[in-house]
């Protein structure tokens, strides 16, 4: 189970209300990404926000418009549209109980695990879930979460209950503009025959982990066999995204730094010309004839 609900409130069934959580049923699958790569460098594309005319721009300097008409924006700050998002009420009233098969399949958005707050909660839990299995309704209500409201469906759903949110109507397209050309005929009853047989031979028990996204495996087995050959593989440095720095900058550094502060500039910001090289000192003759005493010293212990 999830560490943090999604929600958490009361369901309301007339003078009945029930601590409830509900936590995300589904998650996302193994689709696999791609990222662009400049493949001289191995390097990964990233992307500016720019305008046409200006370039790239700050994100401070950008905010959310609606287009009401072609070329024609609405501008949004985010503290008006933080005003009018719904405070999510604690309480999901069932205003009206339908059919299972009433609410066609398309209205079915997202399903949500419904499992009661505390063990007080869980015997009327257990009522309401087992009320609508033997009436095989399903409650509709309507239920505000992050900021957004949501038309709902409870069911039951195996020892617990199942949470789904609906689309609107304005949100389904209509069947009827894209089945309006099929022709409304009574089929041969000898291929209706046929294809009910058929469809029997077929038939069992839905068993969902029977089936696998085989692009994806494939997409998955070619990846790990190009990974192991390394014949194509582009390694990047993760540390790539820092600017590289320069041997010459470097260079340049360490000699000015052996230098010293005469290597800098002078007052008038212009580079300080290297100084001109001096003849070696000559010695003092005093110095030069203890040297020339020193060396006939020691030659003569040497030769002794």
Partial sequence: MAARPAWRGQIKLALVSIPVEIYPATKSGAAIAFHQ????????????????????????????????????????????????????RKTLDLVQFVDMAEVDAIYYDKPYFVVPADDLAEEAYIVVRDALRAARKIGIGQLA???????????????????????????????????????????????????????????????????????????????????????????????????AKSNVIDLMAALKKSLGDDAGNDNNGTAAKPAAKRPAARKPAAAKKADATAKKTAAAGRKR
């Avoid at 099929?182 to 982990?209: C, N, W």
């Fill in 37 to 88: 790569i400049h493949e001289p460098s191995g390097k990964r594309i990233k992307y500016e926000k720019v305008v046409p005319g200006i370039g790239p721009v700050n994100t401070d300097d950008i905010v959310k418009g609606f287009e009401v008409t072609k070329g024609e924006y609405v501008l949004l700050e985010p503290e008006e549209i933080e005003s009018v998002k719904l405070e999510s």
């Fill in 145 to 243: 979460m992050r900021g957004q409201e949501y038309v709902v469906a409870l069911k039951p759903c195996g020892r617990g209950m199942l949470l789904e949110t609906l689309r609107y109507s304005d949100e389904v397209n209509k069947a009827a503009s894209y089945f309006r050309e099929i022709e409304d005929a009574e089929p041969d009853a000898d291929l209706l025959d046929l294809a009910g047989t058929l469809i029997e031979k077929k038939s069992g028990k839905f068993e969902p982990q029977e089936f696998h996204n085989r692009y994806v495996d494939a997409l998955k087995g070619l990846i790990e066999e190009k990974r192991k050959s390394k014949g194509e593989l582009v390694i990047q440095d993760p540390g790539d995204d820092k600017p």
